[in-house]
């Protein structure tokens, strides 16, 4: 859901990389990486199973040992989230931050000083380019680290001016005018060709994040009243086919990454009507459908899968909880309240996986962030490396297993802070 917590960084180019006149960066022609094995996590179970995955920007915490030079602070934490073992790695592509005037490439090596806004200890990296090599030294491994992309950050070059409420928005949150759908086409067709030049697969495509948060997409409605009609739809289905287009034999387009906002309120639209407002032929065409549910909140998944059955679709799609975690996230941000110590929210996060895992639908979860944003803090590690939340033993518990083995006892009981 944090596009605000992910800052973008790229280091200098490397072998077969030409540039483009103004000094932007264009890999050269590369071979297809090899596709990463995967479970079946595309496609609703038969039977109780439950991948797990993690969103994480800074390569020194995502790199293969001996692969990358990393700070002492970081090699520790970077062999922790390893022992998580996920099945897929969801990356952020800022499109505002990359693209901010329409004439230049994408710049897929922004510099990033790898703290965590301010907070040290730092490891700087350069963006997009750095994570995708983190990535590919991941995927070279073996099974598990399936590649996700998801867009958010629309540059005002290419927002399209719609009246309506747009409290709550931030100044990279619109729809795309019309002749910007092919600057956004050309920026994944970029993205996907700089991740085979570092050897990283990408298997998952996500057109946009909380498409129904006025943070990300605005405005959600013509007026701030909840009665009145989404907005939201019409544009994320432009991107959605946009961004369908441009994936090849082998690639998934996965919909949703939906906030969990349950019930229409003046300012977002909710997930059921959200599903109701999509066209049917785009909705049903995907085989997974993302949806965002943090621990002290509603779970999402029954009302997403109501919402999705009263479509009809032929074939059910898998659900995806593509963001999740436990602290006191903002409230704009977040709908998960309650949660009193690290401790009790571990315990909540457990309770929640088995539920997850006991629904055939569910088949992935995935924990945002490794390290702790301290403006969004659901982190597993504190922003200043200092400490582990109890949290982290719990998915690294979930990881070792098998995805359609028995839940892992608690471990909420022991470690962390």
């Given at each position: 859901?944090?596009?605000?917590?992910?800052?973008?960084?790229?280091?200098?180019?490397?072998?077969?990389?030409?540039?483009?006149?103004?000094?932007?960066?264009?890999?050269?022609?590369?071979?297809?990486?090899?596709?990463?094995?995967?479970?079946?996590?595309?496609?609703?179970?038969?039977?109780?199973?439950?991948a797990v995955g993690i969103t994480e920007p800074n390569p020194s915490l995502v790199a293969a040992p001996l692969t990358r030079s990393v700070p002492r602070e970081f090699a520790r934490w970077r062999d922790a989230l390893a022992a998580i073992?996920?099945?897929?790695?969801?990356?952020?592509?800022?499109?505002?931050?990359?693209?901010?005037?329409?004439?230049?490439?994408?710049?897929?090596?922004?510099?990033?000083?790898?703290?965590?806004?301010?907070?040290?200890?730092?490891?700087?990296?350069?963006?997009?380019?750095?994570?995708?090599?983190?990535?590919?030294?991941?995927?070279?491994?073996?099974?598990?680290?399936?590649?996700?992309?998801?867009?958010?950050?629309?540059?005002?070059?290419?927002?399209?001016?719609?009246?309506?409420?747009?409290?709550?928005?931030?100044?990279?949150?619109?729809?795309?005018?019309?002749?910007?759908?092919?600057?956004?086409r050309s920026l994944l067709r970029y993205v996907l060709s700089v991740a085979r030049t570092e050897g990283a697969s990408i298997r998952y495509v996500s057109p946009w994040n909380e498409p129904n948060h006025p943070y990300f997409l605005a405005p959600q409605r013509a007026a701030c009243d909840p009665a009145s009609p989404t907005l939201a739809a019409a544009p994320y289905a432009a991107l959605a086919r946009a961004?369908?287009?441009?994936?090849?034999?082998?690639?998934?387009?996965?919909?949703?990454?939906?906030?969990?906002?349950?019930?229409?309120?003046?300012?977002?639209?909710?997930?059921?009507?959200?599903?109701?407002?999509?066209?049917?032929?785009?909705?049903?065409?995907?085989?997974?459908?993302?949806?965002?549910?943090?621990?002290?909140?509603?779970?999402?998944?029954?009302?997403?899968?109501?919402?999705?059955?009263?479509?009809?679709?032929?074939?059910?799609?898998?659900?995806?909880?593509?963001?999740?975690?436990?602290?006191?996230?903002?409230?704009?941000?977040?709908?998960?309240?309650?949660?009193?110590?690290?401790?009790?929210?571990?315990?909540?996060?457990?309770?929640?996986?088995?539920?997850?895992?006991?629904?055939?639908?569910?088949?992935?979860?995935?924990?945002?962030?490794?390290?702790?944003?301290?403006?969004?803090?659901?982190?597993?590690?504190?922003?200043?490396?200092?400490?582990?939340?109890?949290?982290?033993?719990?998915?690294?518990?979930?990881?070792?297993?098998?995805?359609?083995?028995?839940?892992?006892?608690?471990?909420?009981?022991?470690?962390?802070?």
């Open positions: 859901m944090r596009f605000a917590a992910v800052v973008v960084l790229v280091i200098a180019a490397v072998a077969l990389v030409v540039l483009l006149p103004g000094g932007k960066e264009r890999p050269a022609p590369a071979p297809e990486p090899t596709p990463v094995p995967t479970p079946a996590l595309d496609a609703a179970g038969r039977g109780p199973s439950l073992h996920p099945a897929v790695y969801r990356l952020v592509v800022p499109w505002s931050s990359v693209q901010p005037r329409p004439a230049a490439a994408p710049n897929l090596a922004l510099l990033n000083g790898g703290c965590m806004r301010a907070i040290p200890p730092c490891a700087a990296f350069a963006g997009l380019r750095d994570q995708l090599r983190a990535l590919a030294s991941r995927q070279k491994q073996g099974p598990g680290w399936a590649g996700m992309l998801v867009v958010t950050g629309m540059p005002p070059w290419a927002a399209r001016d719609v009246p309506g409420c747009r409290r709550g928005a931030s100044s990279t949150a619109a729809g795309p005018r019309t002749v910007a759908l092919r600057a956004y961004a369908r287009a441009e994936l090849a034999a082998g690639q998934e387009l996965v919909l949703g990454e939906t906030a969990g906002i349950l019930a229409p309120t003046r300012r977002a639209t909710s997930v059921p009507e959200f599903i109701r407002a999509l066209p049917r032929s785009l909705l049903c065409s995907a085989r997974v459908w993302s949806q965002h549910g943090y621990i002290g909140g509603s779970d999402p998944v029954p009302a997403v899968s109501a919402a999705l059955d009263a479509r009809r679709c032929r074939r059910r799609a898998a659900i995806w909880i593509t963001e999740t975690g436990v602290g006191p996230a903002p409230g704009g941000l977040s709908l998960a309240r309650g949660i009193t110590s690290p401790r009790q929210g571990c315990n909540l996060l457990h309770r929640q996986l088995v539920r997850w895992y006991e629904n055939p639908r569910v088949t992935l979860a995935v924990q945002y962030t490794f390290r702790e944003d301290n403006l969004f803090p659901t982190g597993l590690v504190t922003a200043d490396l200092a400490r582990a939340r109890p949290a982290l033993r719990e998915w690294q518990a979930w990881g070792a297993r098998r995805p359609d083995a028995r839940p892992p006892r608690s471990t909420c009981a022991r470690g962390g802070t």
